[in-house]
């Protein structure tokens, strides 16, 4: 079993939905997580970071984190073409630049 | 403008040679990361570096090495001896507890 899984996908939504993404971990020691946005033949962009349990907002882009269920999700409101991407989630345990580890990316598909 | 460069964009490596990607930063970071990503994984760390002349094996270090002589520079060499080097090489770095940033990433094909 992986040490943080998440859905391949592809998720295809229509222009407009709000779109929800999510990984599961098993290890409790994880603190710090990550959410990078990776285009086609691109390096990974950090969207969003957050340290231990919450919410954090930023414009369309929400990220939750619940160490409860060792599950983090992030939500994506008003979804646009340009949003069609491979979504990876990451997360560490003692700092948020080391030792991350990767889901496997999910591709998201924004139809217009 | 700061930034993580990686060179070059593809790569082409015959049986039996040794190729070199290259990647520099003028962010400052002490830290450099090189990771591997093949089709549908994620990523998997190959080998990093926190400070400048020392370096660590990642996870999937056989096969690779590297050096770290400057601190903006972090170039990785694919052996011959990784006999499955055909992929996607991101190189990243980081500082002061802050998330990784990354480059666009050399892609490596064989002949």
């Known amino acids: 079993q992986k040490e943080v899984e998440q859905d391949p996908g592809p998720l295809s939504v229509p222009e407009g939905a709000i779109v929800s993404l999510n990984c599961t971990y098993s290890n409790s020691a994880f603190q710090y997580f990550m959410w990078y946005r990776q285009y086609s033949r691109k390096g990974p962009e950090l969207l969003m970071y957050t340290y231990s349990s919450g919410n954090k907002e930023d414009g369309r882009f929400t990220a939750q984190v619940d160490k409860s269920s060792k599950y983090i999700s992030l939500f994506i409101r008003d979804s646009q073409p340009s949003d069609s991407a491979t979504y990876l989630c990451a997360m560490s345990t003692y700092n948020a630049g080391n030792m991350l580890t990767f889901g496997g990316g999910t591709r998201l598909m924004v139809k217009p | 403008d700061g930034g993580i460069t990686q060179s070059p964009k593809y790569l082409f490596r015959k049986e039996g040679q040794n190729v070199t990607l290259s990647c520099e930063q003028n962010?400052?970071?002490?830290?450099m990361y090189w990771y591997r990503q093949d089709p549908g994984q994620g990523l998997r760390l190959i080998y990093y570096?926190?400070?400048?002349?020392?370096?660590q094996k990642g996870d999937i270090a056989e096969g690779y090495s590297v050096s770290r002589e400057k601190k903006e520079s972090f170039p990785l060499t694919v052996t011959s001896a990784q006999k499955n080097p055909t992929a996607f090489y991101l190189c990243?770095?980081?500082?002061?507890?802050?998330?990784?940033?990354f480059g666009d990433g050399t892609r490596l094909s064989i002949l």
């Open positions: 962010l400052n970071h002490d830290a």
């Open positions: 990243a770095s980081s500082t002061n507890n802050q998330p990784q940033h």
């Open positions: 570096s926190q400070i400048v002349n020392d370096f």
